[in-house]
């Protein structure tokens, strides 16, 4: 007889309400004999009648009985089997059913709970009994019962399983929140495959979700929170961390000394407490900014006895301002847990989580977490408030560094900005007058942040206005400035392993425009920054450099190049230790070309506007300068010849220039003194062509060029010697003088102060 095949159907009361064909050939026995029999009777019967089972060969047949379920009545279904385990595995069913730890629960087609396991009638208080025609999703007060419904209605319909379903559920006799259920469904069908119902697995996952969620909540807070140098901003970090995830509202407040860079008071706090609003995200807006947390109150405690708290939000309103205190109110807060800031014994600020309508009140595992988000985030802040401290320091040291503004030169009108970045840095600009009317405009950039930039910084600013006394042409002042730097890097790799600053590189970076309002030129050199350009009156644009240099002390050797470029009066030099500005691609480079030529002022404004919208990655320092040419009438430049008659022409020619520039007796003849020495020097040591070149500008300039490479120096003569104390005289009677350098020869010059002269320009 096949495996399966169904023989009888037996009610409740043990009577046999189906009879199959099966039955009969097995047992003997018609339907008409058996039906509404008592089964037990029968079995007796047949047992017991001659020859035992009919024509003896169901004498070893075994049956199944099943439970199957007819209206809301269960009725067992009789069943042949191929096997004698059955027996055992029925056991092994009532056992799960009547043992195993998680609720069963038997649907029938309409999801009313027809039979319960012993599990689910001791836990769930939910049985057949308290629950007469209801439906599971409804007896089991479910949120979103309807949706429930409908997926278990799925399963019945398409026979595909759900397993681990989480599901909300609000428990008879626990607490007014809801727990959460993984919630199973597998439908039940005959040997026929006609459907009978579902079994419905549940198993409270409430203390497993918690757990889970406040483990991805604190790996979030430790993920996001402390990215920034900043007080505020970490502390904005931390309440974007855990609004909604945590909480409602979070509320960070940190102590007055924490806002000035201060150390905050150490544990216990027994004194009153001014508190910043640092940050602030949820239902409850930034009502409030700065309160007082008077010792000696219900909610001062946390001061001095430094832990998370599970308070009433009443609580939290006695201290609120009055403004804070309705805003807290009207929020519908009711649940608040309040945790210390703290780190190393000093007390930072105070965190506030609040929870509100339409969400599970605080508990007593909270608690931990809140004290872990505590812990972060004091770290977290008290890093920014070491950072700020140093940062106010550094920015202290380069604002007194750093050039005032604005500066005033004759032939160039000077524009320096200086947009400080999220880290700090070493960002300077430079306009320092040289000889000849000429200016050198710098702009250099020391990688790096904080109180060591700052003051490396300072360094090779220093050294660079010394190495501009030298009046050398930009490519050599950058190379002078990158041997400067390599001694600086090289100091700092001798300092003791111990030291921060040994295992910190020095990386620095420099560019350099000297400007020429007489030949109406410029030359450009740069190591390691982006390119300078100029802006054209008429809008068009031009760069300044044909190649850039390796950085300042660059294990690069390659000499650094100078590019010389022809400017008209009215252009504009721009020039950045970021691309946005310099490079042809920049995100400035249309804003800067648009208004070249406007007033310098508003250029100057419009790019701190546009670089001031959001955190810049870098320190940024611009310098814009608009040139300026030197009127005709305030140079004299005359060619002399070779022999000796050029002293006297010379002497001739720079009298009767400085009697028309109306400078005083004294001047002139001060000016004849220097000019006949070095006029006299050129012919005895130098090389045609000479040229004598005045230049009235703030200061007088008497220049005299020549053919030759041979530098003159100061000799300190003997008593009775007649020569060599020229120029020893010119370095007494002048305010400076030197030698500069070019391509044809080198040009000896000497300055004068002319200030209260007539010829002077206003």
């Known amino acids: 007889m096949p495996s399966g095949e169904a023989l009888a159907l037996v009610d409740e009361a043990g009577q046999v309400i189906e009879w199959e064909r099966a039955a009969e050939e097995l047992f003997g026995r018609s339907a008409t004999e058996t039906i509404g029999r008592s089964v037990t009777a029968l079995m007796h019967e047949i047992s017991t009648d001659e020859g035992g089972w009919h024509g003896g060969v169901a004498e070893a047949a075994t049956v199944v009985v099943k439970p199957v379920m007819q209206g809301t009545a269960v009725v067992w279904r009789v069943l042949a089997a191929g096997h004698p385990s059955t027996a055992r595995d029925t056991a092994i069913l009532t056992a799960v059913f009547d043992h195993l730890p998680v609720a069963l629960y038997i649907l029938d087609e309409q999801l009313r709970i027809v039979r319960t396991s012993a599990v689910a009638e001791a836990t769930s208080e939910t049985s057949t009994e308290s629950s007469p025609g209801g439906t599971f999703p409804e007896v089991w007060a479910l949120r979103g019962a309807e949706e429930e419904t409908a997926v278990a209605r799925r399963v019945l319909e398409s026979g595909e399983a759900v397993v681990n379903r989480l599901v909300r559920r609000r428990h008879p006799s626990g607490p007014p929140d809801y727990r959460i259920y993984a919630v199973s469904y597998f439908r039940l069908e005959d040997s026929s495959g006609s459907v009978q119902g579902l079994v419905a697995c549940t198993l409270d996952v409430t203390e497993r979700e918690k757990a889970s969620k406040h483990r991805a909540l604190l790996e979030r807070v430790r993920a996001n929170v402390g990215h920034r140098l900043s007080v505020m901003d970490v502390s904005w970090e931390l309440v974007e961390a855990v609004v909604p995830a945590f909480a409602g509202t979070a509320a960070v407040e940190v102590v007055a000394e924490v806002v000035r860079g201060q150390d905050p008071p150490r544990t216990p706090v027994k004194k009153v407490v001014s508190l910043h609003q640092a940050a602030i995200r949820g239902r409850i807006s930034a009502s409030g900014t700065v309160h007082s947390l008077p010792a000696g109150t219900h909610t001062a405690r946390i001061l001095s006895d430094p832990q998370a708290r599970l308070m009433s939000v009443e609580e939290a309103c006695a201290w609120a301002e009055p403004e804070q205190a309705d805003e807290i109110r009207r929020s519908g807060a009711h649940s608040l847990i309040m945790a210390p800031l703290i780190v190393r014994g000093q007390l930072l600020g105070v965190v506030s989580f609040f929870r509100h309508e339409g969400e599970a009140p605080f508990d007593e595992g909270d608690l931990d977490t809140a004290s872990a988000i505590g812990a972060h985030a004091s770290l977290c802040i008290d890093n920014a408030r070491r950072y700020m401290r140093e940062w106010i320091i550094a920015s202290t040291i380069q604002s007194r560094i750093l050039p005032p503004q604005p500066d005033t030169q004759a032939t160039l009108e000077v524009r320096h900005l200086h947009l400080p970045g999220i880290e700090g840095g070493g960002a300077w600009s430079d306009a320092i007058a040289l000889p000849s009317a000429r200016t050198a405009l710098i702009v250099g950039d020391v990688a790096g942040k904080g109180i060591p930039a700052a003051i490396t910084m300072g360094l090779l600013r220093t050294a660079i206005h010394t190495l501009t006394a030298l009046d050398l042409q930009p490519d050599e002042l950058l190379a002078r400035l990158s041997d400067t730097t390599a001694r600086l890097v090289a100091a700092r790799a001798a300092l003791p392993p111990v030291d921060p ?41 031009t760069g300044l450099l044909a190649q850039s240099g390796p950085q300042l002390a660059a294990r690069d050797t390659a000499p650094i190049p100078a590019t010389t470029t022809a400017l008209p009066a009215g252009s504009t030099i721009v020039m950045s230790t970021t691309a946005e500005a310099s490079t042809s691609a920049g995100s400035l480079r249309p804003l800067l070309e648009s208004a070249g030529a406007g007033p310098l002022v508003a250029l100057s404004d419009a790019l701190a506007q546009e670089l001031g919208d959001g955190p810049l990655p870098a320190e940024t320092a611009m310098l814009l300068a608009r040139t300026k040419a030197l009127p005709a009438d305030q140079v004299l430049t005359l060619a002399l010849p070779e022999g000796p008659d050029a002293a006297p022409i010379a002497r001739a020619a720079a009298r009767r220039q400085l009697e028309v520039w109306d400078l005083d007796a004294e001047i002139v003849y001060t000016s004849e003194l220097i000019i006949s020495e070095f006029v006299g020097n050129a012919i005895r040591y130098g090389s045609p062509p000479l040229r004598l070149r005045l230049i009235l500008d703030q200061t007088l300039t008497c220049e005299v060029s020549d053919g030759a490479p041979s530098s003159p120096h ?21 305010d400076r003088w030197g030698t500069r350098y070019h391509a044809d020869g080198k040009s000896v010059w000497a300055e004068q102060s002319v200030n209260g002269a007539s010829g002077l320009p206003s």
């Open 501 to 541: 600053l040994h295992r910190e590189p020095l990386t620095a970076s420099c560019a350099i425009v000297i400007y020429d309002p007489v030949d109406l030129t410029c030359t450009t050199a740069c190591a390691g920054l982006p390119e300078s350009f100029a802006i054209f009156p008429d809008g068009t644009s």
């Open 714 to 734: 100061v000799r300190h003569a003997r008593t009775l010697d007649e020569t060599g104390r020229g120029l020893f005289i010119i370095a007494s009677l002048a």
